[in-house]
Every structure is written in structure tokens, then in C-alpha cells.
Nanobody
Framework: QVHLVESGGGLVQPGGSLRLSCASSVSIFSFNTMGWFRQAPGKLRELVAGITSGGSTDYAESVKGRFTISRDSAKNMIYLQMNSLNAEDTAVYYC?????????WGQGTQVTVSS
């Protein structure tokens, strides 16, 4: 069974940084695409960033220039480096892996941006 486990969330002040990690129980190249979604209270889950098996990346407009998605295939990990955080970034962040047939979600990690 495939598992994705996020870590790295927490409380950070506005303007601060956090790095989220997502550990996969299988090779990250088992997925066509991996990425990060987030869901704030009362809002729909939204795509934050994605990375394909070929290494192409894409970002939500609201995080471009502030967030960076990356991966370490040797460790079967993906990361989300988040800089210049603001209150609107407060949400539960979920890691996702998508192959041709299904998607796998992590359990989520809370990010709270507050002074």
C-alpha cells in the first residue's frame, strides 16, 4: 500500500519561512505527478504546486515567487519551501501523488501564519 506522510508544518510569523516535506513509501517516479494542495477553513482545497516525473513544475499564482517545490529521488521525498509567508497561507497542506489510475493523499500538516 502506498503512503505519503507530510511533516514540517507549524506556527510561523508573517514574513517567515517553512519547509514542508513529504515522504513516499514508494519511488516518487511511481507517480506521474506529485504536488501540494492546501485547504483553509471554509475554503475549497486548492493546488499550490506540482512537479512532474520529468521535473516540470507549476505553481498557483498566489505563491509564485515565494514557494518552491523540489524533490529528492534518492530519499523518495518532495519538499515545499515556503518563504514570505502571510496569513492567507494559513491552511492544512496536503501532499499528493498521481499516477494514471489513481491519486494518493497524505494526512496533511497544519501551517499557521500569525504574529
Amino acid at each position: 500500500q502506498v503512503h505519503l506522510v507530510e511533516s514540517g508544518g507549524g506556527l510561523v510569523q508573517p514574513g517567515g519561512s517553512l519547509r514542508l516535506s513529504c515522504a513516499s513509501s514508494v519511488s516518487i517516479f511511481s507517480f506521474n505527478t506529485m504536488g501540494w494542495f492546501r485547504q483553509a477553513p471554509g475554503k475549497l482545497r486548492e493546488l499550490v504546486a506540482g512537479i512532474t516525473s520529468g521535473g516540470s513544475t507549476d505553481y498557483a499564482e498566489s505563491v509564485k515567487g515565494r514557494f518552491t517545490i523540489s524533490r529528492d529521488s534518492a530519499k523518495n521525498m518532495i519538499y515545499l519551501q515556503m518563504n514570505s509567508l502571510n496569513a492567507e497561507d494559513t491552511a492544512v497542506y496536503y501532499c499528493i501523488g498521481v499516477d494514471g489510475h489513481s491519486s494518493t493523499w497524505g494526512q496533511g500538516t497544519q501551517v499557521t501564519v500569525s504574529s
